[in-house]
């Protein structure tokens, strides 16, 4: 079964940038998406990002021209890419991967934090 692992959160000033790593592991997969998904207190998790095996990308309204999802295939990770970083981003970001097979996979999280 798969794993993931996140890292690259922390405390950023307002505009400021961050790189969210997120790496799969635990045995042999086929990818058919993966993304990220972030939760602030008091909300519902949202889509921010996704990226597909075969390369399409989808970005939510909120992060598009400022958030970038790129992959790794030889290193089975994907990253996320958030520039001109805004309070509102603050969330716990999840990684997220559905993989043939295998079914869903969700990371433990990581903090983003925003300050005015």
């Known amino acids: 079964q798969v794993r993931l692992v996140e890292s690259g959160g922390g405390l950023v000033q307002a505009g400021g940038s961050l790189r969210l790593s997120c790496g799969a592991s635990?045995?042999?997969?086929?990818?058919?998406?993966m993304g990220w998904y972030r939760q602030a207190p008091g909300n519902e998790r949202e889509m921010v990002a996704v990226?597909?095996?075969?390369?399409?990308?989808h970005y939510a309204d909120f992060v598009k021209g400022r958030f970038t999802i790129s992959r790794d295939k030889d290193k089975n990770t994907v990253y996320l890419q958030m520039n001109s970083l805004k309070p509102e981003d603050t969330a716990v970001y999840y990684c997220?991967?559905?993989?043939?097979?295998?079914?869903?996979?969700w990371g433990q999280g990581t903090q983003v934090t925003v300050s005015s």
């Open positions: 990226i597909t095996g075969g390369g399409s990308i």
């Open positions: 997220n991967g559905d993989f043939r097979w295998m079914g869903e996979y």
């Open positions: 635990g045995g042999d997969f086929k990818i058919n998406a």
